[in-house]
């Protein structure tokens, strides 16, 4: 049996995994609200105790850089050691990863029903991968291909500067640096950035969330962007896409991913019809001197939002 596990700011999601016919299958799994537990150690010991698992290997993918087999968590007062959840799991090794590694892991178990095509560019199955997902913070990842199999690769990226495409988002940049010392893509690119770039468009606009701290602000501005109740919202959103496709762009173009840009992430997949208009496969092709390059690259929305579990699982099956 193997236990993985998806561990983010808002949720960590664990799941227990047989293999069968070579092929792991889900068993088990359970949902956790992140911010009500002291420790991912606290979470594991639930959940062993409610399912009973006894697991032969174990890994996970937990937002944060992995140095020194331990993990300080990006969006959560934790710390994360490898050899202690190995204690408290019996076992000699557990496999930790970055998110987005983990992600990337898990592009492989995906089928074709478990992506929605941007762009279809032209196929480099051996090129590099380029992993992208908003989410909680913003995470990104790169496949390399080893002569047999892609391999993936940890990032940072999320935390870079964010790099202005236009005179507005220049102005959004201003704006954000008014208030913080850093601004990083990932602030613009997460669930609380679309509040940020609302409040950039309009101070005079205001929903409920913005007052009431129990309401997601991500969810209300884009439910009214989907369902065309606020033009304040559906600006914001279609410029939070703009920007996402841009730096889509900017990893592909780092990276020289031919092999395609895969979208992951649940904020993508609840703004899919946004993200199907046009705007996003534009702003990731908008480079200098690289836009036919680009056009080249496929551009997909990974559907599966346990693509990132799963591929904690299949990492660390594949470790044992």
Same mark, same amino acid.
Not at 12 to 41: I, P
């Given at each position: 049996?193997?236990?993985?596990?998806?561990?983010?700011?808002?949720?960590?999601?664990?799941?227990?995994?047989?293999?069968?016919?070579?092929?792991?299958?889900?068993?088990?799994?359970? $949902?956790?609200?992140?911010?009500?537990?002291?420790?991912?150690?606290?979470?594991?010991?639930?959940?062993? $105790?409610?399912?009973?698992?006894?697991?032969?290997?174990?890994?996970?993918?937990?937002?944060?850089?992995?140095?020194?087999? $331990?993990?300080?968590?990006s969006n959560l007062p934790w710390d994360v050691d490898g050899q202690t959840l190995a204690r408290q799991l019996g076992l000699g090794l557990v496999r930790l990863l970055n998110d987005l590694e983990a992600t990337a892991h898990g592009i492989s178990t995906l089928r074709p029903v478990d992506l929605e095509i941007l762009h279809q560019g032209v196929s480099a199955p051996e090129a590099p991968r380029a992993v992208i997902a908003a989410g909680t913070g913003l995470g990104e990842a790169i496949l390399f291909w080893d002569g047999s199999k892609h391999i993936p690769t940890a990032t940072e990226g999320g935390h870079a500067d964010f790099a202005p495409h236009t005179i507005r988002q220049a102005e959004l940049w201003k704006f954000i640096k008014a208030r913080s010392e850093f601004v990083s893509t990932e602030l613009i690119l997460s669930g609380r950035g679309f509040r940020t770039v609302h409040e950039f468009l309009s101070q005079a606009v205001r929903h409920p969330a913005f007052d009431d701290p129990k309401i997601d602000s991500a969810v209300e501005i884009t439910r009214m962007a989907l369902a065309r109740e606020c033009p304040v919202c559906i600006d914001a959103v279609g410029l939070w896409v703009e920007i996402y496709g841009s730096e889509a762009g900017n990893l592909a173009v780092r990276t020289v991913a031919r092999g395609g840009i895969y979208v992951a992430g649940g904020i993508a997949v609840k703004i899919l019809p946004l993200l199907q208009d046009g705007r996003f496969v534009a702003a990731a092709q908008h480079k200098e001197k690289m836009a036919d390059f680009l056009r080249q690259i496929p551009i997909q929305v990974v559907l599966d939002e346990e693509c990132p579990l799963k591929g904690a699982a299949n990492a660390a099956w594949k470790s044992c």
């Open positions: 049996m193997i236990l993985a596990g998806d561990v983010g700011g808002t949720k960590t999601n664990l799941g227990l995994f047989d293999v069968q016919n070579g092929v792991l299958v889900k068993v088990a799994d359970k $949902r956790y609200v992140s911010h009500e537990y002291k420790g991912l150690e606290e979470i594991i010991a639930d959940f062993v $105790r409610t399912t009973g698992a006894k697991p032969t290997a174990a890994g996970f993918g937990i937002a944060g850089a992995v140095v020194d087999y $331990r993990v300080h968590t």
